[in-house]
Every structure is written in C-alpha cells, then in structure tokens.
C-alpha cells in the first residue's frame, strides 16, 4: 500500500535548476528512508540523494555534492530534491524510492537495490 508519486523533471539548459518532489502515503513516513535515484539510457541505476525523515540525516552520492540537495515537509510527507548548476549528465530518469529504516543500511544507503517501493519516475533532460 506505500506509494510515491514523484514530480517537477522538465527539460533544461545547462546550469539550470529544477525541484523535483515525491509525495508519500499509505505508510508511517518518518520511519522509512526515502531516497532519489537516476537511471540514464546504457547506464546503471545510481542512488543520488537520501534523506530519513525521523531524523532529517541526509546522504549524497558524490557527484552530485554541492549542487543537489534533499529536503521534505514531514507535514505534507513529501520530499525534495532541489537541483542546481545541472550538468549534462545529469539527464536521466529519476525515481522517487523507500524502505523501511527500522535498521539502519550503512554503506547500502545509496544502493537501490534495497528498495522496494518505488514510483513512476520523471524525466530530466540537461542540454549544452
């Protein structure tokens, strides 16, 4: 019964930012980690940015330190990532996606392959 409904891709020029938001329900949210993740075409999924909301603590992956960042409105149990200074390759499909954070996941926190409910995605394009 989770879902999450991701928003805000568009398309870009270079240097440009977008917000993307993902909007949780039919769980406990501040009990889950919620994290981005990007796929471009010929390329491994990648974790880009979690936050766990219990708590605020945040996680980034290391290309994108500095320019992107994960925020939420626990009142609204949504969640954020504001993206600045996009770079080409940023351009990808990005997914909204959770899972339970009764344990923690350590050095697995970026790994989407520990989570289990995911949305439908929404495309960013960044143009030279």
């Known amino acids: 019964q989770v879902q999450l409904v991701e928003s805000g891709g568009g398309s870009v020029q270079a240097g440009g930012s977008l917000r993307l938001s993902c909007a949780a329900s039919?769980?406990?949210?501040?009990?889950?980690?919620i994290g981005w993740f990007r796929q471009a075409p010929g390329k491994e999924r990648e974790g880009v940015a979690v936050?766990?909301?219990?708590?605020?603590?945040?996680y980034y992956a290391d290309s994108v330190k500095g320019r992107f960042t994960i925020s939420q409105d626990k009142a609204k149990n949504t969640a954020y990532l504001q993206m600045n200074s996009l770079k080409p390759e940023d351009t990808a499909m990005y997914y909204c996606?959770?899972?339970?954070?009764?344990?923690?996941?350590?050095?697995?926190?970026?790994?989407?392959?520990?989570?289990?409910?995911w949305g439908q995605g929404t495309q960013v394009t960044v143009s030279s």
């Open positions: 039919g769980y406990t949210y501040s009990m889950y980690y």
């Open positions: 936050i766990y909301p219990g708590s605020g603590a945040t």
């Open positions: 996606a959770a899972v339970d954070g009764a344990y923690g996941l350590g050095t697995e926190i970026l790994n989407w392959q520990r989570y289990n409910y």
